[in-house]
């Protein structure tokens, strides 16, 4: 059983989806415990940081389109430090978390971030020709969550909205979710990976993870 995004999601929109994978990986604000979230500079970051990233994989576009390794590389060095992993992790699982030994989820954690961007390693290679503009921000579910909006152009399919979800860890805002125009990377994955469980476990599920990642490197 192979996993992907749900039709809405295929080239050319995985572009978009992408660029807010790279918003939702480097979403990050430094902050006191106590203070409150600056919502401005979450803005700012978002913006400044998807701006950077893009332009390292423009300057390294020979490479990243020869050679998924190297797109990895750009992403463990800048992007998954960002991340809330034990979030996303969380909440991909959904009820099957608490089953979850800590050595499952971070096996799955792990295998899970190599399958989203071996997956859209095409797309995410030519993001140098996109551009992202941040429109706004709103709270989010819970009380210390906010939601950073923004807006992603630059292909065929025009302007598509981009939502990040974003939650303070430790002294920093960190991202855990991605909705595009209306579809969450989370919610999307959830129910798949609910039915591999059901039927082979979660060292099933992560079995099949590893396979998938391990035939892309091909």
Do not use: C
Request: aromatic share 6%.
């Amino acid at each position: 059983m192979s996993f992907a995004l749900s039709p809405f999601f295929r080239v050319p929109r995985a572009s978009w989806f992408l660029l807010g994978l790279v918003g939702l990986l480097v979403t990050s604000l430094s902050m006191t415990a106590r203070a409150e979230p600056n919502e401005a500079q979450a803005r700012e970051l978002v913006e400044s940081t998807a701006e950077a990233v893009i332009a390292e994989i423009r300057e390294n576009q020979a490479a990243v389109e020869a050679d998924p390794e190297a797109l990895l590389e750009i992403v463990d060095r800048l992007l998954l430090p960002h991340v809330d992993s034990e979030r996303m992790t969380r909440l991909v699982l959904g009820r099957y978390y608490r089953q979850a030994s800590p050595s499952q989820r971070a096996q799955f954690n792990q295998e899970f971030q190599r399958l989203l961007v071996r997956t859209y390693a095409g797309p995410l290679s030519e993001l140098g020709n996109q551009k992202i503009e941040i429109v706004g921000t709103k709270p989010g579910g819970a009380d210390d969550e906010l939601v950073v909006e923004s807006e992603v152009s630059g292909g065929d399919l025009g302007t598509v909205p981009v939502d990040y979800r974003m939650a303070p860890v430790s002294g920093e805002w960190k991202s855990y979710d991605v909705v595009v125009d209306g579809i969450s990377l989370v919610n999307n994955y959830r129910g798949s990976f609910a039915q591999k469980i059901q039927r082979d476990g979660i060292d099933g599920l992560i079995r099949t993870l590893r396979e998938q990642n391990e035939d892309g490197r091909g």
